[in-house]
């Protein structure tokens, strides 16, 4: 019996010094710059895919956009004293859903409607965090980049 407690004791011990302290986790960050470079990158190649009618493609990339929606809104992000969490699902999430929709039906129209939303939620999502000076862009033939650099 003696040999057994300190066997669960051993293990106890083992698993409290190990895990992380709950301050290590609360301060851990979240890459909040990398996610924004995935939400345009992705963007972006949705709207060549999706203009060039390349469904399946389109499909893929309205996908990684939603990963990457989930994952945000799943972490309870604060940057800045901004929860971006919040923010990307009520200034976001419905938005790439109906680009999903819009990609589904395969239609031209619907798709650069929704699109356009979709970047009107980047903006307003930009502007709520005081980085009014990040303006996404629907793509065009001119610019290598989705947003405005003027």
């Not at 986790?25 to 992705?42: A, D």
């Not at 798709?111 to 709520?128: I, T």
Request: charged residues 30%; aromatic residues 10%; negative net charge.
């Amino acid at each position: 019996m003696k040999q057994l407690f300190a066997i669960c004791l051993t293990g106890l011990l083992i698993q409290f010094c190990s895990s992380p302290k709950k301050e290590e986790v609360e301060n851990k960050e979240y890459p909040v710059l990398q996610t924004m470079g995935y939400y345009q990158r992705f963007s972006h190649k949705l709207w060549l895919a999706g203009t060039n009618q390349n469904w399946e493609l389109a499909n893929f990339y309205v996908h990684e956009l939603e990963e990457v929606t989930e994952d945000l809104i799943k972490n309870d992000v604060i940057d800045e004293g901004k929860n971006l969490s919040n923010l990307s699902e009520s200034l976001l999430k419905e938005k790439i859903e109906k680009m999903e929709e819009a990609v589904r039906l395969k239609d031209q129209v619907i798709f650069r409607e929704n699109y356009e939303l979709m970047v009107s939620g980047c903006n307003l999502c930009h502007q709520a965090t005081n980085h009014p000076y990040l303006k996404i862009k629907v793509p065009d033939e001119k610019d290598v980049f989705n947003q405005k650099f003027e």
